[in-house]
């Protein structure tokens, strides 16, 4: 990537991301659909939290939004993330040739590495 435009998107699009509660948001919604209500529920967060989550996830363009009746039902957008493999990847997020992978009961990023314990004596 050498287009400015390109990785500017790309980077609102990880900030988007760049929060606890977005990537739980990421992680359930790679499970399908679902409206505010019955994600703030399940995430235990309250509405207008989870509401100003998605909203800033929907602007970067990660989310899509529609009224159904008076609730308003969020899923991944289909422009920016794909099936997953039908095994442990739920979803994979193109970000312009950058590929992450939601996977099954875990955050879209790697685990960070531990280091190990020096044995005293």
Same mark, same amino acid.
């Given at each position: ?22 990537? #739980? =948001?990421?992680? %359930? &919604? ?6 505010? +209500?019955?994600?703030?529920?399940? /995430?235990? !967060? ?24 008076? #609730? =308003?039902?969020? %899923? &991944? ?6 099936? +997953?493999?039908?095994?442990?990847? /739920?979803? !994979? ?29």
């Amino acid at each position: 990537m050498t287009d400015y435009q390109a990785a500017r998107r790309v980077a609102t699009r990880l900030a988007a991301l760049a929060e606890p509660t977005r990537l #739980r =948001v990421l992680d %359930r &919604l790679a499970q399908g659909p679902l409206h505010v +209500g019955a994600m703030a529920e399940l /995430l235990g !967060v309250p509405m207008v939290n989870l509401s100003h989550h998605l909203g800033v996830m929907r602007q970067a363009g990660l989310l899509t939004d529609e009224k159904d009746g008076r #609730r =308003v039902v969020y %899923r &991944l957008n289909p422009d920016v993330f794909g099936p +997953g493999d039908n095994g442990d990847t /739920l979803a !994979v997020l193109d970000l312009d040739g950058y590929k992450v992978r939601v996977r099954k009961g875990g955050a879209a990023l790697v685990p960070p590495v531990r280091s190990a314990k020096k044995k005293k004596g």
